[in-house]
């Protein structure tokens, strides 16, 4: 038999539900906020990455999976959003048709690292971003209509965490006094750090190894190094959320995988998944439009892991799937062929049904119909096709009433609407 290949995953039911149900309130938290859906594909030119988010993060290094498409051209499977909708963005012009633009994207970014809990090589984001806005209110914006959402999903515990990565003007002094403190001490830091150290030391910060951790737990702060305009500018974001009330604390260790961010950069992280902590990050990345060709437009945006807020979503509510409203149990041929015709009428109505065509025993059926925790039952056999009436049984109270069948199709569907039964 041929398996998944390994660090990818079905998603199957009942878990689907709970995708679902985020992707919903997503969608309509942010349609709230002005945000329109974009569906840019999931292959692009290896270019755009490599330029976007770096030649020295882990992504572009050792992540993406990239392989020759036609003529010269390499080809990627995206591992974040952001570049594409940038790309997207320039490509069609959208600055043109309004200033500011909003979009969200939904769906499945790859990267090839050691596949663990809450680690896939295949995940999935949803993805905020903004463009054309440069103001304070807009960090503070995002971040609260990011804290709300997962309020919507009664999701607790959270924390933001902020930072603020400054801009072309004020980085480069932090950088050279990054880069001469590590210098001194290389012997503690991994490969990887020791071969970025010249070309990016900020990545440093962002390694998860502990000897690495321990090398830059003494490391210089950007926010110590931020000119005027950063500093009012960060100022602004933390003084408008706490007017909002949005909790957050200020984490100088921040400075995400990606290289393109500036100013405000943000975290949001729980205590409920483990190593895996990070359930969405996000930031300004105001030169990226025009590094990526298009005019100079400040940005800002955030993507969602989904893959762990979903996993956060059953460990609170763990019976999320619902069952069947009603669950029809035909008893005999003449009841199948009544039924065939009902279940598809309901369903068409708007009510969830389910029937169970095998011809066994009444208990076998009712058994199943618990199983699948079916809200009501409508049981049809020879004694009720005589009367005219079938049994419509509550599973939860276990009331039963008759319901004429001349009219069962409307019966049903008002008594289960009215959730009388
Ligand atoms: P981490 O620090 O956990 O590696 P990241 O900084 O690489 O995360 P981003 O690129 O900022 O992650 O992506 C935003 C969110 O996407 C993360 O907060 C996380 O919830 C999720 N995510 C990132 N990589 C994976 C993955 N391999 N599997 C599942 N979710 C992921
Ligand atoms: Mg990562």
Redesign the pocket.
């Known amino acids: 038999m041929i398996q998944l290949v390994r660090g990818f995953r079905d998603i199957l039911p009942p878990e689907t539900s709970v995708w679902q149900y985020v992707e919903s309130i997503a969608k309509e938290h942010f349609e709230n906020f002005g945000f329109r859906e974009m569906r840019p594909p999931v292959l692009e030119q290896a270019a755009l990455f490599q330029r976007s988010i770096g030649e020295h993060t882990d992504?572009v290094e050792k992540e993406m999976y990239t392989f020759a498409g036609s003529k010269d051209t390499m080809l990627t499977l995206r591992?974040?959003a952001t570049a594409s909708v940038v790309r997207a963005y320039i490509q069609h012009k959208l600055y043109s048709v309004d200033p500011i633009c909003k979009f969200y994207t939904i769906g499945p970014?790859f990267?090839k690292?050691r596949p663990q809990k809450?680690?896939?090589?295949q995940?999935?984001?949803i993805n905020a971003e903004v463009f054309g806005v440069d103001s304070p209110y807009m960090d503070a914006q995002l971040i609260f209509m990011l804290m709300t959402y997962f309020a919507r999903l009664s999701i607790t515990g959270l924390r933001a965490h902020l930072n603020s990565l400054g801009c072309p003007e004020c980085r480069p002094a932090f950088r050279q006094n990054l880069s001469d403190m590590l210098s001194a001490r290389t012997e503690k830091l991994c490969e990887d750090c020791v071969r970025r150290l010249d070309k990016n030391p900020l990545r440093v910060l962002?390694c998860?190894k502990e000897s690495c951790r321990e090398a830059v737990a003494d490391a210089p702060s950007m926010i110590d190094f931020l000119c005027g305009d950063c500093k009012r500018h960060f100022a602004a974001v933390q003084s408008v959320l706490d007017r909002m009330d949005v909790p957050f604390e200020i984490d100088t260790g921040l400075v995400?995988?990606?290289d393109y961010y500036t100013r405000t950069a943000f975290?949001?992280q729980t205590e409920e998944l483990g190593a895996?902590?990070?359930?969405?990050?996000?930031g300004r990345y105001d030169n990226l439009v025009e590094m990526l060709g298009g005019p100079s437009q400040p940005a800002i945006g955030?993507?969602?892991?989904v893959?762990?807020?979903v996993e956060l979503v059953e460990a609170k509510f763990p019976a999320f799937d619902a069952g069947p409203d009603v669950f029809f149990v035909p008893m005999g041929d003449a009841a199948m062929e009544m039924v065939a015709q009902w279940v598809c009428r309901l369903a068409d109505a708007g009510i969830r049904t389910e029937a169970d065509f095998s011809g066994r025993s009444l208990k076998a059926l009712m058994r199943r119909a618990d199983r699948m925790e079916a809200k009501n039952v409508l049981i049809v056999g020879d004694k009720e096709i005589a009367e005219n009436e079938a049994v419509l049984r509550n599973m939860k109270t276990r009331d039963q009433v008759g319901v004429p069948m001349d009219r069962l199709v409307d019966t049903v569907r008002e008594k289960v609407a009215r959730e009388e039964f």
């Open positions: 992504i591992p974040e970014m990267r690292e809450g680690r896939y090589r995940f999935h984001q962002d998860k995400r995988g990606l975290e949001i895996q902590n990070a359930v969405a990050g996000g955030f993507a969602v892991g893959d762990r807020l």
